[in-house]
């Protein structure tokens, strides 16, 4: 698929790209019948969804700033056996009724398991069950998943966004590399300090140039961890 960076809406014109019988491209198939997601968002939500259902488990997903509420429906599909995925957002467009009824038609179940919540993230409710997520948390916004997730100490991946330099913490990094690469390093160091397992990866950068996937777990989580045969 040449252009996955492309902000053009996918239609149903573009139904003859993903005619393949991968999960992929199913999912491809229902999110250009509802034709109000961009291209480049596809790509990143099943990017991100797939990385961290490779990482983390949990028996709730919480997508905080949803938007269209993509990576809930796409983690639905990737954890089938959690109780139920929460697309949460303070404003939950219509994009996010579009796309669900859309991944519904192939995955009925889906219907009764993810739920969309109009709500402040600062203020919604975590456990340390959950599995959180948040792709594109404008600035602050991803420090403050971070911390919220932290203080429930629940597992979580963000992919960050845009950066307004001088609001977030660069850990007196930025005489060495570049800022938005310091500011995600800080974050790196600081959900370490909290006691977290942290993996830094990225996401293909033909899809966004904000490709940094921090995902992370409470190192007591981490399989062993209770019978101490690591970090206590
Ligand atoms: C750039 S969009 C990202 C949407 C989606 N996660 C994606 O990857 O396409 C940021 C979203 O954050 C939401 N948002 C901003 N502040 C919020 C807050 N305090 N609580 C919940 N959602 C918030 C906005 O409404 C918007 O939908």
């Given at each position: 698929?040449?252009?996955?960076?492309?902000?053009?809406r996918l239609l149903v014109g573009a139904?003859?790209?993903?005619?393949?019988?991968?999960?992929?491209?199913?999912?491809?198939?229902?999110?250009?019948?509802?034709e109000?997601?961009?291209?480049?968002?596809?790509?990143?939500?099943?990017?991100?969804?797939?990385?961290?259902?490779?990482?983390?488990?949990?028996?709730?997903?919480?997508?905080?700033?949803?938007?269209?509420?993509?990576?809930?429906?796409?983690?639905?599909?990737?954890?089938?056996?959690?109780?139920?995925?929460?697309?949460?957002?303070?404003?939950?467009?219509?994009?996010?009724?579009?796309?669900?009824?859309?991944?519904?038609?192939?995955?009925?179940?889906?219907?009764?398991?993810?739920?969309?919540?109009?709500?402040?993230?600062?203020?919604?409710?975590?456990?340390?069950?959950?599995?959180?997520?948040?792709?594109?948390?404008?600035?602050?916004?991803?420090?403050?998943?971070?911390?919220?997730?932290?203080?429930?100490?629940?597992?979580?991946?963000?992919?960050?966004?845009?950066?307004?330099?001088?609001?977030?913490?660069?850990?007196?990094?930025?005489?060495?590399?570049?800022?938005?690469?310091?500011?995600?390093?800080?974050?790196?160091?600081?959900?370490?300090?909290?006691?977290?397992?942290?993996?830094?990866?990225?996401?293909?950068?033909?899809?966004?140039?904000?490709?940094?996937?921090?995902?992370?777990?409470?190192?007591?989580?981490?399989?062993?961890?209770?019978?101490?045969?690591?970090?206590?």
């Amino acid at each position: 698929m040449r252009d996955r960076a492309s902000r053009k809406r996918l239609l149903v014109g573009a139904l003859r790209h993903y005619t393949g019988d991968t999960l992929f491209q199913r999912i491809a198939r229902a999110v250009c019948r509802a034709e109000c997601v961009p291209r480049k968002e596809l790509h990143e939500s099943w990017e991100v969804a797939r990385r961290v259902r490779r990482r983390l488990r949990g028996t709730r997903v919480v997508d905080l700033a949803c938007g269209h509420g993509l990576v809930a429906q796409i983690m639905a599909i990737l954890y089938p056996d959690v109780r139920e995925v929460v697309a949460v957002d303070r404003r939950i467009p219509a994009s996010a009724e579009r796309v669900a009824a859309t991944m519904a038609e192939t995955w009925p179940w889906l219907a009764d398991r993810v739920r969309r919540e109009r709500a402040d993230l600062g203020r919604f409710p975590l456990t340390a069950d959950d599995v959180v997520v948040s792709a594109h948390a404008c600035g602050r916004l991803t420090d403050l998943v971070l911390e919220r997730a932290a203080e429930a100490r629940a597992a979580v991946a963000v992919l960050p966004c845009c950066s307004v330099h001088s609001k977030l913490d660069d850990g007196a990094l930025s005489g060495w590399m570049d800022t938005d690469l310091a500011i995600d390093a800080t974050r790196v160091l600081a959900l370490r300090a909290r006691g977290y397992d942290v993996w830094t990866q990225t996401i293909p950068g033909d899809i966004t140039p904000k490709n940094r996937l921090l995902i992370g777990r409470p190192a007591e989580r981490a399989p062993g961890a209770q019978e101490g045969g690591r970090r206590v």
